[in-house]
């Protein structure tokens, strides 16, 4: 059974930075192009990165382009988000899963983020 656990969230000041971690559970996920997704209050969830299956291709959202990193750990079944130089506007719950991932399908519980101005 697929599950994604998602931590490393808190709250901090406009400037700072979070390391965002996403464990995940099930063979299809550990070959499956992942992304990171967000949702600020009132609003739709949106798509930050993406990292291929190798990290042969990683993408990223114009908004975070230049703040944030994101990496795999294939090993240990591991999805990571760098965010450095946060902006308020970044807050909101990050969820990883699949890049392909719709709103039907299982998502975790996410982790929340809140940067203050």
């Known amino acids: 059974q697929e599950q994604l656990a998602e931590s490393g969230g808190g709250s901090v000041q406009a400037g700072g930075s979070l390391r965002l971690s996403c464990r995940t559970s099930?063979?299809?996920?550990?070959?499956?192009?992942m992304g990171w997704f967000r949702q600020a209050p009132g609003k739709e969830r949106e798509f930050v990165a993406s990292i291929g299956a190798w990290s042969d291709y990683i993408q990223y959202s114009d908004s975070v382009k230049g703040r944030f990193t994101i990496s795999r750990d294939y090993a240990e079944n591991m999805i990571f988000l760098q965010m450095n130089a946060l902006k308020p506007e970044d807050t909101g719950v990050y969820y990883c899963n699949r890049e392909e991932a719709t709103r039907e399908d299982y998502w975790g519980q996410g982790t929340q983020v809140t940067v203050f101005p």
């Open positions: 099930g063979r299809a996920l550990s070959r499956s192009v």
